[in-house]
């Protein structure tokens, strides 16, 4: 959004400098991206007059001029044809800058006669595009400087021009009167009062509007006007012309310049028809798909279904808020206008600019948000300048539909100010400034203004307030503390566990990934999910089209990727969220590592070897331990379908009481993922850990007994189809206070056994903790565990 300073003022009357204004416009939060200020650009510049101007003695298009400056005379080559004697001129010296050339100029030799500067044309200095001959000012002493004289002269020459940025929530900035509201706001002015004409007609318009149905819920909320007769279009006042050049707009006539006026003056689009070439009546609605319309900026379009336009009786004559069309344009021909205004539906507005790929002042203010209450106040405002400007005489207004109520007000609450904020505002202070704003206060609500559709509750009016006040007022200041001490945690227990298990598998040299929630209906079929109610109602790609019921896809298709680049050996985990149904609580947090290929490269110390279940197991192992699980765990078969089913097992605290699961990935399942094996995993349930019973800042203590462990062997025959487990569980169930660990050392299977026999042997280590050990109390124990065996495994005791 551009304006000038000049500009502002019409509607602000201030005394505040230029860095003043920029200052508090950024503080206001309307940013201020851009600064260009004449007066910068020719402060160097003075003025001259030409004492002689003599023919160049080898050019018949040069003078010789001698030009009387603050400095004495300088000898000045110049070529332009209004180069004379007696005239008052713009001196540029040697090692000033000219912006029109960019260059800085020197002394110089042209045609073997030296010049010492230079005589401008305002194109050079760039005042305009004039450059047909030198500046000629009709009055002015030598010496003066060119800046000053502009600025008593000519001041339009000299305007500031600041540019600022617009967020999408500040609409109401996108119009110089609500740019100077807010610094009458904050105090840098006071704002004059608007401009504003009631218009009577002296007859009826002969073109009436319409809104369709379809069209006026969503696409069109008022559609107003009035036609002008005998007005007589040309080019605008000098003063328009200035100002629409200064934001860089290109003046047309008068009637499209008003309207553009309009459009940055009040941030309320028109559009002007020539009355005369509209056939019939105008008509607001829907296309119904391939119609055409060449618009002003001479390009044709083609409407798709459902965008809004504006038609007469034969053909689509504009795009509903956004641009108008060449057959119905004014031109300096023109004699009767119709002048429109309306209230769009700014997401139509939206549909149809993207669709088409207009990008029109008219459209960044209407897909914003325009005053609507201001509609028929501006059809007035417009009317009284035409008529100031090109003569006619109104109609009485036409209009469809009716202008939409947005009236609304919310409670003040005066003290939320500190606790949203932190700042401490009076109460009388807050009501000054929303009603400097605009807002009306009645008792303790505030009724915003019409034109202001970003304030939706009470705590944008504490924003609001805030933003008058200045937030670089807000001073930073420490928490209360309750007592003295250290704070209690922030993170509660389930983080702090996950920010352990994170650590500890990092140290254990895996490296963390982080993959999308989201996977393939065939990937999360693999692993138990793909169901309906997983599925996401848009998904962004067909392979994010589930929630993801494992962390092992996405570390497996991770793995393929590093494969397919040439790293085979890695070793990755992630923590994070899975997903078993769509309902809340059908998720949890898992931790999941993979080991892939081989564990360490083949070197002259030792040689690789490919990894195992034993590696994921002991790497289990020391998580849970990190994470408190218990040190005594059991082992049992039946995992999902995507272990491999005689080399995984479950973790758990007995059958039910499942904290984990380890083993080799199941040949299937990396197979269709595109996975080179061999790759073991485990994972680990982190919230089915228990809680320590105690809460404490420490560690407990480490229970170190100081009595003599005692180990014996047993070899038992059982059956062949029996598992080490079952009688390894049985044996540490035999005495669970003494028995410390069971362990398989030994395993025949055939000979004299014969072939339904094998032989498994164990180690059974005995820790005691009140006394030592006697023969008597390990027989006795040696008793129990071979009487646990025999009955859960069926076997006996080797001799």
């Known amino acids: 959004m551009k304006f000038t300073l000049s500009w502002l003022k019409d509607h602000l009357e201030t005394n505040a400098s230029v860095d003043e204004i920029v200052e508090t416009l950024t503080d206001l939060g309307l940013e201020v991206e851009d600064v260009t200020n004449p007066a910068q650009r020719l402060a160097d510049f003075t003025?001259?007059?030409?004492?002689?101007?003599?023919?160049?003695?080898?050019?018949?298009?040069?003078?010789?001029?001698?030009?009387?400056?603050?400095?004495?005379?300088?000898?000045?080559?110049?070529?332009?044809?209004?180069?004379?004697?007696?005239?008052?001129?713009?001196?540029?010296?040697?090692?000033?800058?000219?912006?029109?050339?960019?260059?800085?100029?020197?002394v110089g030799k042209i045609r073997g006669v030296e010049s010492y500067g230079m005589m401008a044309s305002e194109r050079e200095l760039e005042l305009s595009d004039e450059h047909d001959g030198i500046i000629e000012l009709p009055s002015g002493a030598v010496g003066d400087k060119f800046i000053d004289w502009l600025a008593e002269n000519d001041p339009s020459k000299v305007d500031t021009v600041i540019e600022i940025a617009i967020t999408p929530n500040r609409p109401d900035a996108l119009g110089v009167r609500g740019i100077a509201l807010d610094l009458a706001a904050r105090g840098l002015g006071t704002m004059k009062p608007a401009k504003t004409a009631k218009i009577d007609g002296?007859?009826?318009?002969?073109?009436?509007?319409?809104?369709?149905?379809?069209?006026?819920?969503?696409g069109c909320e008022v559609f107003a006007g009035r036609l002008i007769k005998g007005v007589k279009n040309g080019p605008s006042p000098q003063w328009l012309q200035d100002r629409?050049?200064?934001?860089?707009?290109?003046?047309?006539?008068?009637?499209?310049?008003?309207?553009?006026?309009?459009?940055?003056?009040?941030?309320?689009?028109?559009?002007?028809?020539?009355?005369?070439?509209?056939?019939?009546?105008?008509?607001?609605?829907?296309?119904?798909?391939?119609?055409?319309?060449?618009?002003?900026?001479?390009?044709?379009?083609?409407f798709a279904p459902g965008m809004v336009v504006i038609s007469d009786d034969t053909a689509v004559e504009s795009i509903g808020g956004i641009m108008g069309g060449m057959s119905t344009g004014c031109t300096e021909e023109t004699t009767n206008v119709f002048l429109e205004a309306a209230v769009w539906d700014h997401i139509q507005i939206a549909y149809t600019g993207r669709g088409l790929k207009i990008n029109t002042d008219a459209r960044y203010r209407n897909e914003r948000g325009i005053d609507p209450a201001y509609n028929m106040q501006a059809l007035d405002d417009a009317t009284q300048m035409i008529m100031e400007l090109c003569g006619g005489e109104p109609s009485n207004l036409v209009s469809a539909g009716q202008v939409p109520n947005v009236a609304r007000a919310y409670p003040l609450d005066t003290d939320r100010v500190q606790s949203l904020v932190g700042m401490e505002i009076p109460a009388e202070t807050q009501r000054a400034t929303l009603a400097a704003l605009g807002f009306v206060i009645e008792g303790d609500m505030a009724h915003v203004p019409s034109w202001r559709p970003d304030v939706r509750g009470s705590a944008d009016?504490?924003?609001?307030?805030?933003?008058?006040?200045?937030?670089?007022?807000?001073?930073?200041?420490?928490?209360?503390?309750?007592?003295?001490?250290?704070?209690?945690?922030?993170?509660?227990?389930?983080?702090?566990?996950?920010?352990?298990?994170?650590?500890?598998?990092?140290?254990?040299?895996?490296?963390?990934?982080?993959?999308?929630?989201?996977?393939?209906?065939?990937?999360?079929?693999?692993?138990?999910?793909g169901s309906d109610a997983t599925m996401l109602e848009n998904p962004i790609s067909s392979e994010m089209s589930h929630m993801r019921p494992s962390l092992l896809p996405g570390l497996l298709q991770a793995a393929a990727r590093n494969q397919a680049r040439g790293f085979m050996d890695m070793a990755l985990f992630e923590c994070?969220?899975?997903?078993?149904?769509?309902?809340?609580?059908?998720?949890?947090?898992?931790?999941?590592?993979?080991?892939?290929?081989?564990?360490?490269?083949?070197d002259i110390h030792g040689e690789s070897r490919g990894v195992d279940i034993y590696d994921a197991k002991a790497d289990m192992e020391a998580v849970l331990e990190s994470l408190g699980a218990p040190t005594k765990l059991t082992f049992n078969r039946g995992t999902n379908g995507w272990w491999h089913p005689g080399r995984?097992?479950?973790?758990?605290?007995?059958?039910?009481?499942?904290?984990?699961?380890f083993g080799e990935i199941h040949p299937k399942v990396l197979d269709a993922l595109n996975v080179k094996g061999p790759v073991v995993a485990f994972a680990v349930h982190v919230a089915e850990i228990p809680m320590p019973r105690k809460k404490?800042?420490?560690?407990?203590?480490?229970?170190?007994?100081?009595?003599?462990?005692?180990?014996r062997d047993f070899a038992f025959v059982v059956d062949t189809s029996v598992e080490a487990l079952t009688l390894v569980n049985a044996a540490a169930g035999a005495d669970k206070a003494l028995i410390q660990d069971v362990r398989v050392f030994d395993e025949f299977i055939g000979g004299a056994l014969g072939d339904d026999k094998k032989s498994l042997a164990i180690t059974v280590r005995l820790q005691p903790t009140q006394t030592t050990l006697k023969e008597a109390d390990i027989e006795a124990v040696a008793a129990k565990i071979i009487e646990k065996v025999s009955k859960a495994t069926g076997g006996t005791l080797r001799g």
């Open 696 to 711: 404490s800042a420490s560690k407990g203590a480490v229970l170190m007994a100081d009595l003599q462990a005692v180990e």
């Open 244 to 302: 629409l050049k200064a934001i860089g707009l290109r003046p047309i006539s008068a009637l499209v310049d008003i309207t553009n006026f309009f459009t940055f003056d009040r941030n309320r689009p028109l559009h002007v028809f020539d009355a005369d070439k509209v056939t019939g009546n105008l008509r607001v609605h829907r296309t119904a798909g391939g119609e055409t319309l060449a618009g002003l900026d001479e390009k044709e379009y083609t």
């Open 47 to 106: 003025l001259g007059k030409v004492v002689r101007a003599e023919q160049h003695p080898d050019a018949d298009k040069l003078r010789v001029c001698t030009v009387a400056t603050d400095e004495g005379e300088l000898q000045i080559i110049c070529g332009a044809p209004n180069a004379r004697e007696g005239i008052t001129v713009v001196v540029c010296k040697p090692g000033m800058y000219i912006p029109g050339l960019d260059i800085t100029i020197s």
């Open 461 to 529: 009016l504490v924003e609001e307030v805030a933003r008058i006040a200045s937030l670089t007022k807000l001073q930073g200041k420490p928490m209360a503390r309750p007592e003295p001490g250290l704070p209690e945690q922030i993170l509660s227990p389930m983080q702090k566990r996950e920010q352990i298990a994170r650590r500890t598998t990092a140290s254990l040299g895996y490296n963390e990934c982080v993959t999308y929630s989201f996977i393939d209906k065939a990937g999360a079929e693999l692993f138990g999910g």
């Open 202 to 218: 002296t007859f009826d318009s002969p073109i009436t509007v319409t809104i369709d149905d379809d069209t006026a819920t969503d």
């Open 576 to 602: 994070g969220a899975v997903f078993h149904g769509g309902e809340p609580g059908e998720q949890e947090n898992l931790l999941t590592g993979i080991l892939v290929g081989r564990t360490i490269s083949k």
């Open 648 to 661: 995984s097992a479950k973790v758990g605290l007995g059958p039910k009481k499942v904290l984990g699961a």
